[in-house]
């Protein structure tokens, strides 16, 4: 119906919003093995104009954030991500099912727990995408930061109300 919003049953389950989130943890811890087992020991190995892969262990939160830190950051990434995660879990199992919001927020819980169990198991996270143009680099990223980046930038498409027709601002 035009100008509606995507919402589902009032009493749906966020049974497969779980389960996507799962999936992209799965994604994301077997492509950081891979990347482990096949780039260490290696520089950036090119693969299209533009994109190379290269094993980065980042200490840090998003860029790098305080990667110098001395290892305390790693406890206080670790809290505020399982905060975050019980969080999402709780919205998407008790929440009536609005299906772009629940979406972003699955990419997000996915995201968060694939790099959460880096940390847990080694004190930093693996990172192995490489953007850049001429000798700019994007920070090296990964397939939970993918999640992560795609989930926000619907939160936000849903707040801004792309997905209803309508402007979700203060005006509503």
Request: contains cysteine.
């Amino acid at each position: 119906m035009p100008g509606s919003k995507l919402v589902a049953e009032k009493n749906a389950s966020g049974i497969p919003y779980l389960a996507g989130a799962g999936i992209i943890v799965v994604v994301d811890y077997l492509t950081k093995l891979w990347a482990v087992s096949a780039l260490d020991g290696w520089g950036p190995q090119a693969v299209l104009p533009g994109i190379n892969l290269v094993l980065v262990r980042n200490t840090g939160a998003a860029f790098g954030f305080l990667a110098d830190a001395g290892g305390w950051q790693t406890f206080v990434f670790i809290g505020i991500g399982i905060v975050i995660c019980l969080a999402l879990i709780g919205w998407l199992v008790t929440k009536r099912r609005e299906v772009a919001l629940d979406t972003g927020l699955a990419l997000i819980l996915g995201g968060a727990a694939g790099n959460i169990i880096d940390r847990f198991r080694q004190g930093s996270v693996i990172d192995f995408i490489d953007l850049h143009v001429g000798h700019w680099h994007w920070p090296a990223f990964n397939v939970a930061d993918i999640a992560i980046s795609a989930g926000a930038v619907l939160l936000v498409a849903d707040l801004l109300g792309l997905f209803s027709g309508k402007d979700r601002g203060p005006a509503e």
